[in-house]
């Protein structure tokens, strides 16, 4: 294979094969391929004249969870600075656009958890609305990519992390059963961990949840019961606590108030299963995370 052969062929407007063109890249001085380049246009646009495009680059969202190593725009989920660009700010920047002569924007973010199809189908159709000359130059492959995965995970809508833990557990990923690789003993519940750890690890200020369900199953008055009791507590962006520290911590605190106001007089090392035996001591904790709005909520059946 010859460089001036794939040089002239190139001229000739006739396709290269996959071999040529690899072969063009490893082996094709710049220099050159401008120059074979330049000879193109000049036949497929003879008359000169240089023409250019005014757009402008708008950050759909800088929330991302691909997690790419070089990057420095993207903030996780829940991150004080993390921003979705609402219509106000795509008017300001469209009009001044349009102002300057321009007449396209460049649409481009994060990969966000929530935002599914929809969102840029509403978004781009307001855009379009609005400034119809406008035009859209939006959503590269990993985006689509991630939209798609949102839609499929769960039927068109966004998936739960819920959703993501069962179909985790389904496909084995937290069995215990050891197997044998490359000569090492492992369990699938260590190599998941291993790898999920350092992602689920929680970064300063990062908002989370704390969700708790109890059931309870038995009988009363010959008659099966069942009692349940659901948690759910939100990091408090005003103290900036976790809802973990928030739930043990307060479930903690009411626990010295329970012997500060004397309601628990006991002796010895006694488990919250324990102490909870006792109804008023039990409803006391209860009405005291309420009170700090730690919700949970009990239901009969
Ligand atoms: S997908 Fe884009 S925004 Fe997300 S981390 Fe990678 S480079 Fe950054």
């Known amino acids: 294979m010859q460089l001036p052969d794939l040089y002239q062929k190139a001229s000739a407007f006739e ?11 490893h082996h094709a001085p710049l220099s050159e391929l401008m120059l074979v380049a330049d ?16 757009d402008r680059n708008v950050n759909t969202t800088n929330v991302c969870i691909a997690n790419c190593k070089f990057c420095n725009f993207y903030r996780i989920p829940g991150h004080p600075e993390a921003y979705i660009t609402d219509m106000p700010t795509y008017r300001r920047k469209i009009e001044e656009t349009l102002k300057w002569g321009g007449d396209q924007l460049l649409l481009q973010g994060g990969h966000h958890p929530d935002l599914g199809l929809q969102f840029y189908v509403d978004t781009f159709k307001q855009i379009k609305k609005e400034f ?3 035009k859209l130059h939006t959503l590269g492959p990993p985006e689509i990519a991630h939209i798609t995965k949102l839609s499929k995970e769960s039927g068109g809508e966004k998936s739960t992390y819920r959703e993501v833990l069962i179909a985790l557990k389904e496909a ?3 069995n215990t059963d ?3 690789i490359n000569g090492t003993d492992i369990t699938p519940l260590e190599f998941t961990s291993r790898l999920l750890v350092s992602e689920w690890k929680l970064g300063p200020e990062e908002e989370e949840f704390t969700v708790m369900k109890v059931i309870i199953k038995g009988a ?23 809802s973990m520290s928030r739930t043990t911590g307060y479930t903690c605190t009411a626990a010295v108030n329970l012997i500060l106001k004397n309601m628990f007089l006991e002796k010895g090392v006694f488990p919250p299963e324990l102490v909870g035996k006792d109804k008023k001591c039990f409803d006391f904790v209860l009405e005291y995370l309420a009170r700090r709005k730690v919700n949970w909520k009990v239901s009969n059946n």
Do not use: C
Request: proline residues 5%.
């Open 172 to 174: 084995g990923f937290f």
């Open 15 to 25: 396709f290269l094969s996959l071999e040529e063109g690899v072969f063009l890249y």
């Open 220 to 242: 009363r008055n010959g008659k099966p019961l069942t009692v349940q009791y659901d948690l759910l507590d939100r990091y408090d962006n005003a103290s900036k606590l976790s």
């Open 132 to 134: 119809p000359s406008i």
């Open 39 to 54: 000879e193109l246009r000049k036949k497929q646009v003879p008359h000169g004249k240089v023409t250019w495009q005014i």
């Open 178 to 180: 050891s197997f044998r």
